[in-house]
């Protein structure tokens, strides 16, 4: 029991923060997620794409049997949980799989092929967090199902590279590209590769230990610099293709030439997910390489069927969206943004707040994008978040202008202001800020246009 006399102590309460690797989108990247997202939006209209949003989670195995159970993601990178019932489920760590499995599900196959959406969503990783990345991070994403030709690759890598112009940051990336070839060739190469590295496994990291015997075809881009060194020996992968798969691939280079894309033949790119078949492709960072890749894709033909689906062709790419972002920011580039204020409206009294109301619903309908101080600040107070919004205008209503019908409105840069009757106020404004910057975008018109 406690003392009456005695202060109960209050618990320190230690304020909450985010979860390691996860941040909040404030206002001011939103700008940037708004940004990209209408150029995503755009092009994807532009080229016939549809969206598609998956759930945010999944059962478990529609992303271990398609990512592949030995690739970085699955082994160590997913966040799975129980659910009440004991089913084991998995937060999405990557678009693709969703997508198929939603193709399979809703029999997509039996749509006008190809079938091509595009979805920006969240994604989650349990990666070591650090510069470029995170455990929840966003991609946007295209996938092509139900079509396969070099001249589709091209397209899609053609789109990505249309839409990194479109954020002004083509030029820091540079686009990495091989091929892995059909499964069938893959294997013989893996075996291939499986025996180079046999007798040599003292020299690779623990890592490249593991996975020789799952995925030999991941030694090929592993960072640590023993590794490396074995990796620039190994058999190269092209002299162990088919002729299909190379074939394939010339072509595709032939389109690519055609367009005018530069790109790199790396024989080493892999890819860190296994449903990869023939053209694989990565856009790395003219500076650091691999390390910090805006985007990465390829072609996956085998992932429908083997997810249970009907044999289906299919090509996709995304890219992370955080990573577009800083390198937009690196590339001083601002977000275009249709946040700012025009006017801000100021009131004294009880009387002159209630013409605000209607006022500012006013202007919002003309197109006028206007805050009002409605609390119960000083007029100077008002004034100073006026200048701290940076409006133009400010509209003053005392009680002066409430018993005379009229408002002030005060050119906030040049320190003028004009007395006008309060049924021109709006009139007033749409020429002062001019026809062509009114905001008079309202999506719910078209409902009954
Ligand atoms: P991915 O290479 O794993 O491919 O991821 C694509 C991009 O997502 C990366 O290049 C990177 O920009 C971003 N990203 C990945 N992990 C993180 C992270 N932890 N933090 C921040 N950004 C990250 C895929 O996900 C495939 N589904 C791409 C694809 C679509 N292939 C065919 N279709």
């Not at 390489?289 to 805006?294: F, R």
Request: charged fraction near 30%; proline fraction near 4%.
């Amino acid at each position: 029991m406690t003392d009456k006399n005695e202060v109960a102590e209050t618990p320190k309460i230690e304020a909450f923060r985010t979860p390691k690797g996860v941040h909040d989108i404030l206002p001011d990247d939103h700008e940037y997620h708004t940004f990209i997202k209408k150029v995503i939006r755009h092009r994807a209209r532009q080229a016939g794409f549809r969206r598609i949003s998956t759930p945010v989670f999944e059962y478990t195995d529609v992303f271990a049997r398609s990512i592949g159970a030995s690739s970085d993601i699955v082994s160590k990178e997913m966040y799975t949980f129980e659910d009440k019932k004991g089913r084991s489920l998995t937060l999405k760590p990557e678009g693709t799989a969703g997508v198929v499995r939603s193709f399979i599900q809703h029999g997509m196959n039996q749509l006008p092929q190809p079938m091509m959406l595009f979805y920006f969503e969240p994604f989650f990783r349990y990666d070591r967090p650090q510069k470029g990345r995170y455990r929840q991070f966003w991609q946007f994403g295209f996938e092509v199902l139900g079509e396969s030709d070099p001249a589709l690759d091209a397209q899609l890598i053609q789109l990505a590279n249309k839409i990194h112009k479109d954020l002004g940051i083509a030029d820091l990336f540079e686009l990495q590209l091989n091929t892995i070839g059909t499964i069938e060739a893959r294997k013989k190469y893996m075996q291939i590769l499986e025996d180079y590295y046999t007798g040599k496994e003292r020299s690779l990291c623990e890592d490249c230990r593991n996975r020789l015997s799952k995925n030999p075809l991941r030694l090929l881009d592993c960072k640590e610099e023993d590794c490396q060194i074995l990796a620039e020996l190994a058999p190269i992968m092209i002299d162990h293709l088919d002729k299909e798969s190379i074939d394939y691939h010339d072509e595709l280079k032939e389109y690519l030439d055609e367009t005018g894309i530069k790109y790199t033949e790396n024989p080493k790119l892999v890819r860190g997910l296994d449903y990869y078949s023939k053209t694989v492709f990565e856009f790395w960072d003219k500076n650091e390489g691999a390390q910090n890749a805006i985007g990465g894709g390829g072609r996956y033909d085998g992932l429908v069927e083997q997810m249970g689906g009907q044999d289906t062709p299919a090509v996709g790419y995304a890219a992370g969206v955080e990573r577009i972002i800083a390198n937009m920011k690196k590339a001083k580039i601002k977000a275009p943004s249709k946040d700012e204020l025009h006017v801000f409206v100021a009131q004294l009294g009880r009387e002159a707040k209630k013409k605000c109301l209607p006022l500012i619903n006013d202007l919002h309908d003309a197109g006028i994008k206007t805050m009002g101080a409605l609390g119960k600040g000083s007029i100077n107070v008002q004034l100073r978040m006026a200048n701290k919004f940076k409006v133009r205008y400010t509209v003053l209503i005392g009680l002066t202008e409430v018993r005379e019908e009229t408002a002030i409105i005060r050119d906030m840069e040049r320190g003028s202001q004009i007395t006008v009757d309060m049924d021109e106020v709006v009139e007033r404004l749409v020429k002062l800020i001019g026809k062509e910057n009114l905001d008079l975008y309202t999506p719910g018109e078209l409902l009954y246009s």
